[in-house]
T-cell receptor
Framework: QKEVEQNSGPLSVPEGAIASLNCTYSDRGSQSFFWYRQYSGKSPELIMSIYSNGDKEDGRFTAQLNKASQYVSLLIRDSQPSDSATYLCAVTSYSGGYQKVTFGTGTKLQVIP | KAGVTQTPRYLIKTRGQQVTLSCSPISGHRSVSWYQQTPGQGLQFLFEYFSETQRNKGNFPGRFSGRQFSNSRSEMNVSTLELGDSALYLC????????????FGAGTRLSVL
């Protein structure tokens, strides 16, 4: 089982719809959770972070965390073509005395105009 | 404030050669992490350096090595290149060791022929 799993997609949604991106992780001790956006040919950029159970909203983005289910999601409301990118879920945990960050393989989102 | 700078942006090498990639972190950031990104495996952690010391290491063979200088600039070296080493190599900087929030450079695209 991979440490951080994401559906590779592509996930296609029409413009204006809600895009829902999901991520599961295997280490129950994981503490911090992040969503990065990566446009084709570009480097990842951080868009959301969440540390406790529940929802965290930032503009059109909402991150949801459920530690009991080991599940984190990202909702994008009013999706725009400019949201078309690969979204990477990242999870931090401790290993060998060090904090490490593990990335999922990413979900490709396509927003259709 | 300048971002993370990686050089060179593109490299073409042949099997058996070695290569050195460079990363200059954001000013004031003292931690540098290196990742390998391939379509099938996603972002995979190579190692993290802080204060010229390797703090953490991923599951890569010893052909992959790195170092960090007193000005926090970091280099990554790959010896005896293999075809499978073709990938995008990303460097990320953060303020301190084990910092969850990372800022990525544009990457070095390495092609091994």
């Amino acid at each position: 089982q991979k440490e951080v799993e994401q559906n590779s997609g592509p996930l296609s949604v029409p413009e204006g719809a809600i895009a829902s991106l999901n991520c599961t992780y295997s280490d129950r001790g994981s503490q911090s959770f992040f969503w990065y956006r990566q446009y084709s040919g570009k480097s990842p950029e951080l868009i959301m972070s969440i540390y406790s159970n529940g929802d965290k909203e930032d503009g059109r983005f909402t991150a949801q965390l459920n530690k009991a289910s080991q599940y984190v999601s990202l909702l994008i409301r009013d999706s725009q073509p400019s949201d078309s990118a690969t979204y990477l879920c990242a999870v931090t945990s401790y290993s060998g005395g060090y904090q490490k960050v593990t990335f999922g393989t990413g979900t490709k989102l396509q927003v259709i105009p | 404030k300048a971002g993370v700078t990686q050089t060179p942006r593109y490299l073409i090498k042949t099997r058996g050669q070695q290569v050195t990639l460079s990363c200059s972190p954001i000013s004031g950031h003292r931690s540098v992490s290196w990742y390998q990104q391939t379509p099938g495996q996603g972002l995979q952690f190579l190692f993290e350096y802080f204060s010229e010391t390797q703090r953490n290491k991923g599951n890569f063979p010893g052909r992959f090595s790195g170092r960090q200088f007193s000005n926090s600039r970091s280099e990554m070296n790959v010896s005896t290149l293999e075809l499978g080493d073709s990938a995008l190599y990303l460097c990320a900087s953060s303020l301190t060791a084990g910092e969850s929030i990372q800022y990525f450079g544009a990457g070095t695209r390495l092609s091994v022929l």
